[in-house]
């Protein structure tokens, strides 16, 4: 059957993508050890459905399939998981899955469609009490079919550009049918899953581990033991791995880190950089005045010196290019005439200031004031923060900063109590459907509280349009339209650097922070 993949604008950095790290060198993988990698923050859900960071998927990405995945090695390729093969029929409603063969579930129960296809109807239309950030991804969901064990079909309302790219997301976890049957909110509870590792333990502030799933589907794999994710900060985040005690940062490394790593280990690690899919974006509660006024958003843009920050913050926090919705080389990211033209990105930073000074008298909020809130983590989050506060003193504007763990920061956020916050926006793949759910109103992955018909309906257009051209032309418009209501102030792409001893073999940095944490094909040599 053929593996049908309607890529549409999305390729626009795959060349870029494919050339930033070296090409995985032919070694016959062996098995066993244990990898033990450094993680940043602690987990703020155990579900993936409700997941949005890395700071999450990291640590529940290896004990979970997909039904189908991004490629890391190969980004942005499509590939199985659970699927081993799967079409598309001609006029794009119908998407037709045959799963592997004797798939089982830590518990020893047997996966089948009826999993799977729950699964993705508890994404789609959750259930009262569970919360599912991708929900407003599948609009164009008609119905699930399973016509046998091993097979599964999506039927869509009409065609969706983006449809693959939306199955693929790493955070489609698949849950038991009957457990949830049992429990809806038991992934939120239990780490229960078909993925390569089986849940081991977890000590808050300190480790969690996973060990091998002996009946997992795919044959020889996992190759590792299992996995210990440390969880350290600060300067212990480049001091473990330039000492030995861990074989690897699959996140992100600042240029001083990665300079202090090889300073100490030489040629006995391995770097690897490439631009990311990541986002530094401010999230403003458009239900809070006076922020519910377009004009008080627009003056906190216009007050940031992004090329400033870039200057300050490259090398610091990985903040590499300016950007409005799409990375940079992506081939709908605005050029760099057409950027300079942004309001709040364009060169001339006084004038900049000076209406941003002049919005917020005529909002009636001269001597605005208000928190910040912001992720406890070192990288790259206190620079930015220490940065943003910096920038909007410059017009006027008082700041308190509310720095709080992971879990408590994603709760506020997703609650709406907030004023203004830090987030980001980290797609999973450069397709238009996945890199612009973050700013559709209603959005579960949407903190603003903005309500808007208009880019509701653009959103929907681009993803139903499998004309390139007219897509992109709808993209535009989305763009466009974003930017005039400013609920999401749009700062910086950034570069994701990564490090791992030349022992760990197997892995690729992918452009997404999503992709490839699942570790099935790690393995370390001897």
């Given amino acids: 059957m053929k593996h049908t993949i309607r890529m549409g604008a999305a390729v626009g950095l795959l060349a870029l993508a494919a050339g930033a790290a070296p090409a995985l060198a032919q070694e016959t993988p062996v098995s066993g050890g244990t990898l033990k990698f450094a993680t940043q923050g602690e987990p703020n859900t155990y579900d993936c459905h409700a997941g949005t960071s890395i700071v999450a998927l990291q640590y529940l990405a290896p004990h979970y399939s997909s039904l189908i995945a991004i490629d890391n090695i190969n980004y942005p390729e499509i590939v199985g998981d659970l699927a081993k093969e799967w079409s598309v029929s001609d006029d794009g409603l119908t ?27 508890r994404i789609a239309n959750p259930p009262e009490g569970v919360v599912s950030i991708r929900k407003a991804s599948y609009a164009q969901l008609a119905s699930i079919e399973t016509p046998a064990p091993d097979q599964i079909v999506f039927k869509l309302k009409s065609p969706s550009a983006g449809f693959l790219s939306t199955l693929a997301n790493p955070w489609n976890c698949v849950y038991s049918a009957k457990k949830m049957a049992e429990d809806p909110s038991y992934p939120a509870k239990t780490i229960m899953g078909s993925g390569p590792f089986v849940f081991g333990e977890f000590q808050a502030g300190s480790f969690w581990k996973g060990t091998k799933f002996a009946d997992y589907f795919v044959e020889g794999k996992p190759y590792l033991d299992g996995f210990e994710a440390h969880i350290v900060s600060g300067a212990a985040v480049a001091n473990t791995i330039a000492g030995g005690q861990l074989d690897a940062n699959f996140r992100l490394v600042s240029v001083p880190e990665m300079q202090r790593i090889k300073d100490s280990r030489g040629d006995t690690v391995t770097f690897q950089t490439t631009p990311s899919t990541s986002f530094t974006v401010i999230s403003i509660n458009t239900r809070k005045k006076p922020f519910d006024d377009p004009r008080v958003r627009k003056a906190l843009s ?81 620079p930015l923060a220490i940065f943003f506060i910096d920038q909007w003193r410059q017009i006027g504007v008082t700041v308190t900063q509310e720095a709080l763990e ?22 999973p793949s450069d397709d238009p459907t996945e890199v612009l759910t973050k700013y559709v109103p209603g959005a579960g992955i949407n903190y603003t ?25 709808l993209v ?51």
């Fill in 406 to 427: 992971n879990g408590p920061w994603a709760q506020k956020l997703q609650s709406g109590d907030y004023e203004v916050g830090m987030d980001l926006n980290s797609p």
């Fill in 302 to 382: 216009l007050a940031i010196d992004r090329d400033a920050g870039i200057n300050v913050l490259g090398d610091l926090a990985g903040q590499r290019w300016k950007f409005v919705a799409f990375r940079h080389g992506h081939a709908l990211a605005p050029s760099a005439e057409e950027l300079a033209k942004v309001p709040g990105f364009g060169p001339d930073i006084e004038a900049n200031r000076a209406e941003a000074r002049r919005l917020l008298e005529e909002a009636g909020v001269k001597n605005l004031s208000f928190t910040f809130l912001n992720r406890s983590i070192k990288n790259p989050y206190e």
């Fill in 476 to 526: 535009r418009a989305f763009v466009d339209r974003m930017v005039e209501l400013t609920p999401t102030i749009s700062t910086y792409n950034a570069e994701r650097n990564v490090v791992f001893d030349n022992k760990v073999k197997g892995w690729k940095v992918p452009p997404s922070f999503l992709v490839g944490l699942s570790l099935r094909d790690v393995w370390l040599a001897k």
């Fill in 449 to 473: 509280g903005l309500e808007d018909q208009q880019l509701v309906d653009l959103f929907r257009q681009q993803d139903a349009s499998i004309d390139e051209a007219e897509r992109a032309k």
């Fill in 95 to 121: 998407y037709s899955f045959t799963l592997h063969p004797d798939v089982k579930f830590h518990d020893g129960t047997p996966l089948t469609s009826a999993d799977v296809k729950a699964s993705f109807d």
